[in-house]
Every structure is written in structure tokens, then in C-alpha cells.
């Protein structure tokens, strides 16, 4: 057998391994087995975070292939159990146990020791951002990944229970280093100065983070409000001119609460719900401070619609339906608007301008296109799927909260990026907070989506004209 | 099968765990299954809290015997694993994933939703101690109760991860929440007023605790750290002369630490350790504050001591060797300094001697019994065994953590509770820094128990005299 | 002259005197004289710190009288302002700088340096607690003393201006080292155990203090407040029974708040105002944490009532004009109460009673004296002046305050205490704060009392009965 | 007499001062006048902050003449003391005591009661602030308003004495609301990003701030210092190189501490000395933490020193007195490396080449400037003088606080601020513990300058060369 000369050896993993991973504990001494020393669990750390990207794919491999459980044992037990089903039911429990205590996989130990290392959990998180990684590349075809994953995510979801979460407000007054990375991973709208992060903690804002006692100083979901009288806003009065440093919050006139920005900071917490908590408990806080507070909504982003609608016009073009998108009298104002060359297919022309952008700063096009790209937007957040849930990430995330689909805003982030990612329209979904947890039920289980008369009217033009 | 009626109801038990304990999900669509709304974990928690104890017995043989695994589908699955064996691993995989799922008990959901819940871990630890408290009394003969303890414990286990705890430095400046609790809980040395417990976190003295955002303002296991420049010393000294109020440290000739006090407050995190971790946290603490810090033991209490030896001096009464316990020499000595009836035989006399600690009142049967209660205490803590580990809690705590069983000091607690506990007797664990895995790994698998020359000395003086 | 031989010697204290207390520099170079090494005023607050109680009477009276002002230079100045006043106005400013500059006694500046040094200003109002004992004592005739003691006051009113006090509300999780004071501080209601002190800062409580930078941990004037939906208690439920320990308060139902025990804790403070500025932030405070919080009184005792009434008894005795204070019919009540031996004067029967406390055992008694303790009461209070001001301390402190006398309370501290100071008698002083600075006014230069129709038909009762 | 409209009237101005300033209490009632309501303070405060800066300028003005002493009163008071002098001691003192007080000015009372409100201290030393920029300009010949500065500035230093300040050391954890702060104040070596920040608060770094009760969230001195085992740096390296964000500190390499920013942040507490103790502080810091820190010295700008060689070499060109300068060697060699046009004049060529800069990119004139330019800027520093004291701000600075004039580091700092303000050198003063209190007093007393070889070195070539 030849193996390609690897950087750090195969030999080196399986010697690191056989030392740092332990045998499972027979099923009887499984209480009286002391934890290796600290050294044990610094060595695998080091030695994971020495190696070359590729050597972390090797190394995963292994470790997933060759310490995880022992099929062997699990089959005897197995059958050990299916031979004491008629006996007495305190002998079925403890074949049960011992069966479940063999389907432990060794590397669930090796994780639970390094846990209590310093600095251990964190390793943890990254670890699993690699893993995902190599799963979302295919860097690896080795089914035992997938296990490993699971595990992981499984004790992952232990460790970030709710209960062992800490809510922190972050103002003005917390430490330079939390608020140096809420601005850094602010990810919908980028802080782009001391002003501007001091606005998004100031008066008429709230700004909430959980924070974990293994992870110190870490924000690990970040939830942005906005507080007033008034129920809906465009982002960029929220994210500028809203509000001034120094105005002084009159309590009593705040009545709703706007969520423009929610961000997740650990690549290796995915699927290990935080998002959802954090949007609960805050509108519990806000509650509690402000008591006129009665509507709660987020103002997100749509990334992905522009290139869904450029992927949709690109075959729309190739087999000739473009009358699905629009109406022929619609085809016309655009084709008006542009001055088009004669020659170009007008959908060709449509693409470019969505491409460019250039769109926006045509009043007359706009006009002509608000109809058009509204109903397409409707359609891509309420009707896209993807195993049966929506496909725009933003949406699936509010549903699955519980939200309603409310609100589609026209021209609501006209900046660059706004305009490039989702032509400039923003959406709310709203919390009615008695109705959430029935939402979110319906939405899981029957994929059903709660969605207010303004987006089901446009969702019912944007049917009506297509026959997709 | 007749019931004696029940306070509550065993049909509203029953509705309520309908209501509150969800069915597994299906395992595709496990990952898709929202949680369940928090008031029904309050509803359990508040249903649960409002039981009278006895129902409590049957409310929880209830929730473990109907809300654990489904057996049919346990066995059902393990047939397919069965027949898997010849096929992919990735096929072999998935079966063993199933299976491991489906040997999830229902309760350890409703658990994990509890979790969750504000105040809810505390609800956890304290409803196991019930649980604790049922097996140990043998209330329920269930085996199911069993099953839902050590499932009970094993999320405890992840919930109490060390990486989880905050190691906080208790000081005067502390809480007065925190200092109360602390004075509260001290079982080793009680706290009798202000100043005692200003003493316990003043100059030379450190106080360290464990605590976890679960349970904000609750200190979960407690050390007080006697620091000085000798190495041992005795209790009362150190508990109230040793060291002014306000004396000042002279950091550079402390060389030793004493760890006079460690008490666990949660009666529901038994078998979770914590202890263990704290003293090596603590270890650390102390290495870098103290530069010359080199000397680190425990001074324990020997709780059980003076009960067992009344149960020797009884059987040995009972089957005539007194002769084993005492040689002829010894005996006379006891009598001599007693004065004692000539009817009464010794062994009686001896009995109720250290039943009523009068013997350390006369300086004569102080010398007379030094050499014999010595040789006895040694054998207790190095000998008696139970399940082939120590008998003494004290002394397993310690072992199980890699001590040396260093010094038993005579005379070393002389208040009545020390008289009557231990004869006055007290020990040094001590920890070699660099011997304490090996230790804990020899005493743990092989049961092999570290002990000095002194304490060696004094076990073979016993086997010598005894013939037992 | 002849002085008796001092301990420390006369020598050495003007040896240190010269050493440590500096010549006043130059008009022309006070602002370029350093300060001395800080190392002089640690070697006097050493020296003074080590004296006897004697040494420090003869010390404070060289210290003031030969380390103050320079009175040849001051009446030079005098001379030449005299001979300015003609000139213009830049000479005439000029002149009074140098006469106002001349003014300054050397020992300010020395006081000046102690404060900057670590525990300084501690040191300083210990020291002016030792200046006013003795100017109160009489234990020097020095005129300078007094001079000395104006200083002193004067700096620590700069250094304890409110603006440089921190306002903190204590409670269970202050530090150990705050709550142990308050506890130790409180004067009018003793604190008795660890759930006494809690119950103090739980639930429908509030404790406040200021503390100031220069001496940290240590409350200066602490306030305790009950607050409720009532408007005026009594003591015993207040500091007992009132409210349990884990009520939850209902914001809405609080309407009144009751400051039912007030402490200065520092002797050397004494005329630096401070409890008035506490009892003004503190109502700040209540406004804004409680919306519906309107009604603000003291519940306060009454020390000195029973020896002002023993002195007062004792006077009319020698004076036969016991008629003065009880009606006939009064005194006859009281002797058929009192079963009283026919030989014994009935005011000797009641200065006896009132002595002993033991009238309030016999429900006649308390009916039969409760109008005449009650008025004398409102008497001693309200009429009873040291230069025209009350001569009760409390009621002179917050009538300067610009409160109210606003009611007089029959049996409201029954304790041992209560009767023995005040025949159970207690006292609210109500701020109606739109009125307390008029009020503040009047009585400091009017010294005209704000009283409730209550406490005046009290007053005229008196009045009418006795021809004093 | 005819007064030029004002935009607010000076009737207005009056009648506010009638209201806000009382006037001075009777000296037999001066501690019976309660303090005015806080509405006064309030409203004189509102009403100075409405004003227009030339308003500003008369308000003052009116506020110093006519609210400061009465002349009549002192005069009296003069009179009387000068007729008290044969009388008995105590008659003498109370004389004083009284003329004392009637030099009190009316203003001095109101800032006293301004300085009790929330944020009357921030108030007053913006005020003085105001004064200062009044007195620096000439605004007003007014020479009231001296005293009123004067008088002000007493007080400050009163409140902001030492003992009353706290230090801070400034983290990556404090909050960002100071930390913006310091970057904001940062006047030597200006804050570039996040990064620039974080490092001066990292590894191998401290900051320390003085801050104070009254004024929460404001630093008001700050030192910055890098820790080293080097003696002396560059500051390229000490603001940015230097260190690595996430180096270990190892605290016994660390030998010497190097001041290289100080910034005071309130112009209104000019003359109130806080730099100087907050570097004594910042020592002692330092001491306890690190056991080997030695050696202490400032690395200083030196701003003004290429104006005033500007105005130096102008002079010079006058007086034709080139010679003095530079030697005839010299300017041959500046010539030499100029290339210079044969008409312009050296003098002129040299002025040219320092104002911009230009020199430093020759090496040649690097070479030739050196000599030149060292010992002009040690005499600079050195010899020129105003009032006797050293004209440069920075030197006067440190020399008062007892440092000695270290070393003159050539290529210091080549910021284009560097070299245009001193032509890139900087200064060390280093702090020689033991000899900071002699030489400061040598210094502000007889105005000694305490020197190393070098810099004496330097001056005396400077002194061969000139002969002016």
C-alpha cells in the first residue's frame, strides 16, 4: 500500500490518536474512569490547530473512521437485547442502557475532556465550523464525518443550552472588546465609524447579545432594535439618521420595536438554535422596560433574490416564456423607459440593468419596475422552496421563529449593496407574540407559512400572470 | 391491582404528562421539531413543585416509567441493525444512528426544555436530589427510576461542565448574598459570627467557589485555603487564631497551602464532579499568586470514624476478641487510668468512654489510648473498604482525586463535634502535583491507595495486633 | 507657668511641628511651591496616631496656636488696605488677595498634603472627631483650638461637597464589607441577625448611602425607607413584620415612603451637611423608579423626651406646681390606677413609672397617661429650643431640612428602648416637597416650626393646662 | 452713558444675578443659611450656557465686579482688627476670623452651590475654561476677573485634590466610552484605528487615567507607558511596532518604563496639578507590579522648537550674526549639500529647508545638520527661559515634577509633525525616584535645571559656538 507523502504523516495522527483518545470504559467501571490529564486534551488541541488545511481533513477522517463506536459490541448487545424481551422488565432496561451506553462513539469523550480545558468549548466551535466546511465542500466522502457532525453539534447543543446563556446589553459603557466585535460582525448593515457604532447603542436603540461563560467576551448572536412610536422604518433612517446621539428617550411614546440586524458570530454553532431564543427573550426585556411596547417586527434583508431573478430570466430567455415574468404591456413601459437599442431581446436588457443597477437612478424605470419586481419578490420569498421550506435563509430563519411574513418595503435599502443583493427592497416579518409558537409549529411540521394580505395579494398577481 | 387513593389524583398525573411530555419526533424530522412553548415547562415545574412528597414518589415513577423509550421500537431497530451487518458502512451507520435515537427517553426532552426555562436548571438539580433522596430511602421499588436518575445525571453532567463554571474568588467585598450562603453551607467548620467569616476570606486565608450562569448568586462547591509558611497545621488555629484581621501578607514566605474546608451545596449534583475541579483550579490560582507555593493538603475531617469503631468494639464484645483490638498491656492501661467498677467489663468501659468523650478530660487515658485509637483510625481510613473502595466519604473524595494519605494527626479537633466524630483526629490528603493523575488512575482501576510511611507504619501496628 | 511632664515631650512635638508644618510660602511664590514629599505627611499622621489622649489635646493646641496665621503680617496687610482704598480698583483687589492670603494659617496647607496621601482624609475626620470632643469636653482653653477646628470643618465641606458623594443603594448583593457596616452604623433600629439585615434591603425596602472616593467602602450617612402603599407605620412592622422576605413588589400599589432610620456614621463629619442632601437624592431616586410615589415623612424617635420630662417632673416636685402638668383629674387617675401607697406624692408614683417603663404594663394606666404624655410630647418637641432652635436633634435636623412636624404617634416602638427614650412615643417629620425650601428658610432664620393641626392642638392643650 | 445693544440685554444679566447670587450671610448666621434651592444653580447654569461668547465675556465681567467682595465691609473689618491688636489673644483671633470672611466673594458661594448639582463640577471647570481663553486674549481689561479666576481655581483644586481622584487603568475590557475618549484626547501620538488602540492598551503596555467622582466617564489625565527591558525607544516603534497584539507579557524581563504620551483633557483645570501626581501614582503602580522595574523616563516631543529656531535664524539674517549659529565649517557644508543657487543667502536656504522639511530626505544634510541641530535644540531646552523657568511647556512640565533632562534623541520622531515641529528629536526626562522631590524644589525655588552629560554637553558647544 503507498501512501502519498503527507505533510505531517499518517503515522503521526495514528500515534496522536491512539494516545489522546481513549479505549471506552468497560460498561461497569464507566463511573470509576478518572478524566486523562489536562496535558492529554492540550496535546490534541495543539496538534489539530498545527496542521495544514488539508491534514484537517485527513485527520478528521481518521478520527471519525477509527474512534468512534465499536460495531462489534453494538451488534452483540443488540442481539442481547432482542433475546431479553420476554424476560422482566429491569433486565430489558439495563440491556437497553448497556446497548446505548456502546453506541457512545470514543471521540464524544475525547470532546466532553477537552470541554473542560480552557479555552477548550471554543476549540470546539471552530472544530465544528471545519467540519461543515469539509461537508459543504465535499472535501471528504467518508460517511463517518457526517456522524462526527453530529455528535458534535448534539454535545454542542448542551453546552449552548438557553438556561447557560447570558443576556448582556451592550451600550456605550460595555468593554471596548465586546463592542469592537459587535462591529465587526455586524454583517446586515456595516458600522463604519465610532459615531455610527455609538448610534446603534444610544438613545431610541437597544442592542443585545448572549454571551456564554466558556466563551468570555465573545458576542455570540447579536440582535439590533430600533424603539418607537412609529411601526415600520426604512433602514437607513434606522441604521443613520434616526434619532439623534443625545436625544433624550421619551419612554412613554415608544410603542414598537424593529429588529434590523441580527447577526450570528459562530461559524460552528450552526443549527444549534440561539437566533430564535435571543429574538424571545429581548422582546421580554423590551416589554418589561417600555410599557406601551406592543408590536415587534424585523426589518431584514432578501440576499439572493437578485441572482434567483437573474437565474429565472436567464431561462426564461432560453425557453422563450420572458411573457411568464411579465405582461406584455409591461414588457413595453420597460422597453419604453430604456430607449433600447431595437436589436436587444428585452430580456436581455432587463438582466443588465438589474446587473448594474443602473435601474434606480431612472425615475421612470422604477415606476415601470415596481409592480414587476415586487411580485417577483413576493414570490421568491412565499413560494421558493427548498425541501419544502423556504429557500431565502432570512425567511426560513423568521418562520421557523414563528414570524409572519408582513411586510414587502419598495426602495427600502437603496444603498449599493441593497440594491445589488435584492433591488433595493427590504421585507418585516412580524411577531405576534401569542401566535408565534403556533406559527412555528405549522411551519415545521406542515411547512405552512403565515404571510399577511399584502404579501398573499402579490403572491396571488405574481400566479396569476405566470405559469410556472 | 387496588391503588390507595392519592392526594392528587393519579388520573391528573396522568394529564398532565400527556399534556406536558411531547412524543420523540420521528427521526427525519427530528431537526425540524420546535421546541415546545415555555409555559408548558412551567406548568410542569409549578405542578411538580406543588406535590406533597409522597406523590412526588409516584409522580416520578409515573414520568419514568410511561416517558422513556419505546421498547417496541428499540427492538425493532436493533433487528434492522442486525440485518444491516453485511451491508456499507454508511448503511451500518445510519442503523446505529437510528437505533441510538430511538433509545432516547421521551422525559430527557422534556428535560432539556426545562433547561431552558428561567430558573429551570436549579428546578433539575433540586428534582434529583429527590430522586436521590427515593433510591436511597427505597421508597419506589421501580426500576425505571434508576434509568431516569442516570439520565437526569448525564445532562446534568454536560450542564456542569467545567469549561461551563466560574471559578470567583470569595472576598469581603464579596456579595453579602454570596458570604451568607457560604456561612450557610460551611459543614466542616460552622461559621459563628461576622468576624469568624471575615477571618475565612481575610489575610492568609482564601475562599474559593464554583459557580454557573444557571444559577447566578449560588455558590455550587466551596474551598477555604489556610496559606502559610509551615506546612500543617490544626484545625482551631487555623479556623480562628491563625492570622490577625489585619495582618499583612508576606507573599514571599508562604510556601504551603492547607485546604481546611471543601463543601458541596447541591445535594442534587452528587456524582457530578466538582470538587475535584476546584481543587486543581484553586492549585493554579494559588501556583500564580505564590510564587514559592510548593506544598499543597487537605486537613479532613474523618466523619464514620467513631461510629465504626463502636460497631467493632460491639462485635468484638460480642464474639470475645477483644484481644484483637487492644493488646493485654493496653488493656490494663485503660483500666489502670480508669478507676474503673471492677465489674464492668473493659470493653464496655472503653465503649462508653469515647461515646461520651470523657477520656480527653484525663491526661492518663489520653496516653494511654493515643497509640490505640491511632493505629485503629489509620485502619479505617486505609483499610475498610466498600465495593473495594475507601468506606470514609472523606478519604474516597480525596483518593478518587490522586492524594496521598499523608498525616493522621492526633488531638487535631478537639471541639465536642471533633471528639465525638473522630476521637479528635484529623488527617492530611496531601497532593503531589505531578503523582495526583497516576494516583487517581492506580486507586480508581486497580484500587490502590497512595499512603505515607507515617500512616503505613501505623496500618501495620494494627495488623500486627489484630487477627481479624 | 509651669507644665506637668508631658509623655511624649514638649520637645519632641516642636521638633515634628517644625518639620513637618511649613512657612507659608511667599504671595509672589505660592503657586511655584511644590508640595513636600509625601513622606512628611506620613511621619505626622504617624506621629499624631501614636499619641496618648492627653498628648493630643497638648499637640492640637501647639499645632493651632503656633502654626496658624502670622498676625504681624496680617495687620501690616490690614495697614496697607487701609492706605489702598483711594487707589484704583486692580490695587485695591490686589491688597485684599495679600491681606486674604496672609489669612491663611500654615496649618491649612499641612491639611491640604495629608489629604492627597493614601487614607489621608480619613485621618483628617478622625482628627476633627478629636478636635470637636474636645472643644466639647473643655479639655483646652485655647482659643485657637476653635480656629483650628473652623479650618479643618471648612476644608472637608469643600472635600465632601455633593457633588463629589456617590450616591449607592445597598442591597443582599453589595459587598459583605458595605452590609456589615450599615448593620453595625445602625443606631435607631439594631440590627439582630443575618435575615433581620436582608429583610432590610428585600422587598418594598430600600437602603441608601453616600460614599465618597477618598474613603471607599465606608457609608457615610445611611438612610432605610419603607415603602408602601400606606401612609404612616410603626416601627415594629417595619423593621420586623412588614413585608416578607421573597414578596414580589407591585410597583403600582407604592404610593408612600417612609425613611425610618437615618445614620451619619462618621463623628468628624459633624456640620457638614449631608443627610439633607441624602433624603433629597433618595427622594430623586424613589420619583423615578416609583411613578405613583407622592408622599415622603420621617418615622422617627425621640430621644431625650423621658429625661427632659424626669428634669422637668423633678423641677415642679421642688416647686410644688404639679398641677402644671397634669389636671387634677389627671392626677387622680393615675393614683387610682396605680393602687399607688397612700404616703408616696403622686409625682414621685410617676417619675417612678415613667423611670421603670412599667406603666405600659397596665392597659389604665396607658389610658389615663397617653393625653398627658402626648401633649408633653408636642411640647418638648415643638416649644422646647437650644437659641431658638427644637432642642431635640432630630427634629432640629429635619425641621433645617424643611420638613414638617407632622405627627405624633402613640405606642409606635414599644421596645425596651422606645419606652425607656421616649414612653413609646414616636414621631413622623412629612416633606411635602414643594414647601421644604420655604419651610428650610423660615426656621433657619426665622426659626419659625411648620406643624400639622395635629401636633398644635397637641401644643395647645399644653399650653392651656400649664402656666409655665 | 450709552451701552451698545447686546443680543441678551444686560438688564437682563442683572436681574439674573440678583437672583442667583445671595448675598453673604451675616457672619454671626453664615452656618445657619440653608443652601438655596437647586432650581438657582439650575437656572444660572442654563442661563450662561445660552449665551453668545462675546455675551459670555460681559457676563463675567459683571458676575466678578459686582458679586465679589464688599470693599466697605473689608475696610471696616481692616479697621477693627488694626484697634484690636493689644487686646487679649482670643478677641485678636475673632477679629481675623471675622475679616476672613468678609473677604469671601459673593461668586464663591454660588460656585459652591453649583457644585453641588449633577454635573455643576463639569460646569464650573468648562467656566474656568472659558475664563482662562478671556484672560489669554485680552478680552476684557476687566481686573475683577482675575480674581474670579483665581478664586475658581481654588476651589477646583480643592475638589479635584489627590486623595479625591481615582486611578484607572484603562483595558481593552474598559468601556468603550472611555477608551473612545482617550483616542480622542490623545495629543502626542494620534490614534489611527482600532488596532492603533488596541495595541496601547496591550501587552507590554499600560494606561492610567485619573478620574473623578463628579465627572463619571471622564478621564482628566492620561498616561500612556510602554514597559520594556530596553532603556530608551523610538516612538515609531513604542506607538505601533512595538509588541505584537497577543504577546505573552513576561513580567520579569521588564526592567524600565517609558512615559510617552501624557495629555490633560480639561482646559479648565489648568494650574490644578494632576499630570504630576499621576505619575507618581502610575510609579507605584508600576512598582508593585513588575519587581525589576527600575528606571523611569518620559520620551517627549518637543513642540515650538522649530518656530523658535525659525525666529532665531530670522533674527540672526537681521543682525547678520549667521556666524553665531553655525561655524564657517558648517555652513560650507549645508551649501555644500544643498546644491544651493549661488545667490540665495545660507540663512535664508537653512529657513526654507526647516520649513519644509525637505532636509531630511539628504542624506548628506542629515549628516551636515546633526551637530547643528542637537545643540540648538539643548540650549533650547536648556537655556530659554520665560520667568526664569523653561520656556518649552513639556520641559517646565517635567522639571517641576523633578525630572532630570536625560537625553536628546536624534531621528526620533520622522512623522511629518515630528520634523516640523522639532526637526525630529525628542527628549527623554528621566524620573530618578530618589531625587524627584530636591529637584524639584531646585527647581521651582532657585530655578536649577537638573541635566545629564549629554545634554550639558550639547549646551556647551552651543555656548562655544554663539556669542549671544
Known amino acids: ?34 478524566p486523562p490529564p489536562e496535558s492529554t486534551s492540550l496535546e490534541f488541541m495543539n496538534y489539530y ?13 481518521k478520527l471519525s473512521q477509527e474512534c ?37 462513539p470514543r471521540y464524544k469523550q475525547l470532546f466532553s475532556h477537552v470541554s473542560r480545558v480552557e479555552g477548550g468549548v471554543k476549540f470546539l466551535v471552530d472544530l465544528r465550523a471545519d467540519l461543515l466546511e469539509i461537508l459543504a465542500s465535499k472535501a471528504s466522502e467518508n460517511p463517518h464525518i457526517r456522524d462526527l457532525n453530529g455528535t458534535l453539534k448534539s454535545l454542542l447543543s448542551k453546552w449552548f443550552a438557553v438556561g447557560l446563556l447570558r443576556l448582556e446589553r451592550i451600550t456605550w459603557q460595555s468593554p471596548c472588546e465586546i463592542l469592537q466585535k459587535i462591529s465587526q460582525y455586524e454583517a446586515v448593515h456595516p458600522v463604519r465609524n465610532w459615531t455610527d457604532l455609538k448610534r446603534r447603542v444610544g438613545p431610541y436603540r437597544r442592542c443585545y447579545a448572549f454571551t456564554h461563560a466558556a466563551m468570555p467576551g465573545e458576542p455570540l448572536v447579536v440582535l439590533h432594535v430600533a424603539c418607537s412610536g412609529v411601526c415600520f422604518f426604512f433602514p437607513q433612517s434606522i441604521v443613520r439618521e434616526f434619532a439623534t446621539l443625545d436625544a433624550e428617550e421619551d419612554i412613554n411614546k415608544i410603542t414598537s420595536a424593529i429588529f434590523y440586524s441580527i447577526s450570528s458570530t459562530q461559524a460552528g454553532l450552526q443549527g444549534v438554535e440561539l437566533g430564535n431564543y435571543l429574538i424571545k427573550r429581548v422582546v421580554r426585556e423590551l416589554q418589561s422596560e417600555f410599557p406601551h411596547m406592543a408590536q415587534f417586527s424585523s426589518l431584514s434583508p432578501i440576499p439572493g433574490f437578485c441572482s434567483w431573478l437573474q437565474g429565472l430570466l436567464s431561462q426564461c430567455r432560453k425557453e422563450g416564456r420572458g411573457a411568464d415574468l411579465l405582461s406584455e404591456q409591461e414588457w413595453r413601459e420597460v422597453e419604453q423607459a430604456l430607449d433600447a437599442d431595437a436589436g436587444t431581446p428585452p430580456v436581455d436588457s432587463l438582466r443588465k440593468l438589474i446587473a448594474t443597477g443602473e435601474w434606480t437612478r431612472s425615475e421612470k424605470l422604477c415606476l415601470a419596475l415596481e409592480p414587476v419586481l415586487m411580485r417577483l419578490c413576493a414570490w ?35 444603498s449599493p449593496r441593497g440594491v445589488a443583493n435584492s433591488c433595493g427592497i427590504m421585507v418585516n416579518y412580524r411577531y405576534f407574540l401569542n401566535e408565534t409558537s403556533n406559527n412555528s409549529v405549522l411551519y415545521l411540521q406542515n411547512k405552512a407559512v403565515a404571510a399577511s394580505q399584502q404579501v398573499l395579494g402579490l403572491v396571488s398577481q405574481f400566479l396569476k400572470n405566470s405559469k410556472l
Chains 1, 2, 3, 4 share one sequence.
Open 1 to 34: 500500500w503507498y501512501s502519498a507523502p503527507s505533510r505531517t504523516g499518517v503515522s503521526a495522527m495514528e500515534e496522536i490518536l491512539a494516545r489522546v483518545v481513549a479505549p471506552l470504559p468497560s460498561y461497569e467501571t464507566r463511573d470509576k474512569s478518572p
Open 49 to 61: 490547530r498545527g496542521l495544514e488545511k488539508e491534514d484537517k481533513v485527513d485527520f478528521l477522517s
Open 68 to 104: 468512534g463506536v465499536d460495531h462489534k459490541t453494538v451488534s452483540e448487545l443488540a442481539t442481547k437485547l432482542l433475546d431479553a424481551q420476554r424476560r422482566d422488565q429491569a433486565t430489558i432496561l439495563q440491556a437497553e442502557d448497556r446497548l446505548r451506553y456502546s453506541l457512545t
Open 380 to 414: 421568491y420569498l412565499y413560494g421558493e422552496k427548498r425541501r419544502g421550506f423556504a429557500l431565502n435563509p432570512v425567511a426560513n430563519f423568521h418562520l421557523q421563529n414563528g414570524a409572519t411574513m408582513w411586510r414587502i418595503n419598495w426602495r427600502a435599502d437603496t
